[in-house]
């Protein structure tokens, strides 16, 4: 088993959130339906119906991941910002507990480009331990899933007059998406500790890709936790991957 998930290139936590959605929906189903479950199991032959269970979850997390899970990274920041003093820009700074805040208030990334400088920390080299980081993603996506998933059988109970199964299946509901909203927020201050620890190193990175330009490092340099030798070199830096994007100019 271990070998053909390798082979795959699947480490288990992905494969779990592959397979989960379907395996969710099947025992949703078989809450309102169980007869017509068992039946279509048996129609599929064993295997067959768990390659479908794998097929249908994949879909699904990728419609979750795609829809849902944006949605919630918004709403763990309004929690952030509601949490946080916001005692001015540089206090805004050095009490959040938000990566992306952070990226913001502290590094100078643009609002509109703090998500993607936060994906591109994540997924690049910044963080040591990305076993552990994307397991705790991984696992905090499928709380979010489960509660997604539960709050919809909740409402289908409902619509079918189902209340004390609907009841029972909101309150689950609601503690998983509570449990979700708290294991999000424990991840995102663990990660923003590490990227206050290094704020050169993360500008570094983002100044290479493409999300810090010129002008914002410039509005940094002055900021107390930067020396202005460290910032000089990431505009140096900046200014090199702008010349070899552009190319020599013929006269």
């Not at 390798?6 to 395996?23: A, D, K, V």
């Not at 709380?143 to 619509?159: D, N």
């Not at 995102?188 to 993360?202: G, L």
Request: glycine share 6%; charged share 20%; with cysteine.
């Amino acid at each position: 088993m271990n070998k053909t998930i390798t082979s795959l290139g699947l480490g288990f936590s992905r494969l779990l959130c592959f397979s989960y959605g379907g395996f969710l929906l099947v025992v949703c189903a078989a809450c309102f339906a169980p007869a017509k479950v068992k039946t279509l199991i048996d129609a599929l032959h064993p295997s067959l119906a768990i390659l479908a269970v794998v097929v249908i979850g994949s879909a699904i997390y990728i419609l979750h991941h795609t829809i849902v899970m944006p949605v919630h990274h918004l709403l763990v920041g309004w929690f952030f910002r509601v949490t946080d003093k916001s005692g001015g820009i540089r206090d805004l700074a050095e009490s959040t507990s938000s990566p992306t805040i952070y990226l913001g208030e502290a590094l100078g990334v643009a609002p509109k480009r703090r998500t993607a400088a936060y994906n591109v920390l994540r997924h690049s080299n910044f963080f040591t331990n990305k076993e552990s980081l994307e397991a705790a993603h991984a696992e905090n996506g499928l709380l979010v899933m489960t509660g997604v998933g539960l709050l919809i059988a909740a409402l289908y109970g409902l619509a079918h007059r189902n209340f004390l199964l609907a009841l029972v299946l909101f309150i689950l509901a609601v503690i998983f998406v509570a449990a979700s909203f708290k294991a999000q927020m424990v991840q995102y201050s663990i990660e923003c500790m590490a990227i206050k620890e290094r704020p050169v190193e993360a500008m570094n990175i983002l100044v290479k890709t493409g999300i810090l330009r010129t002008e914002d490092v410039e509005s940094m340099i002055e900021l107390e936790h930067l020396k202005d030798s460290q910032a000089m070199e990431l505009l140096e830096q900046d200014q090199a991957r702008k010349e070899r994007v552009e190319g020599p100019k013929d006269d």
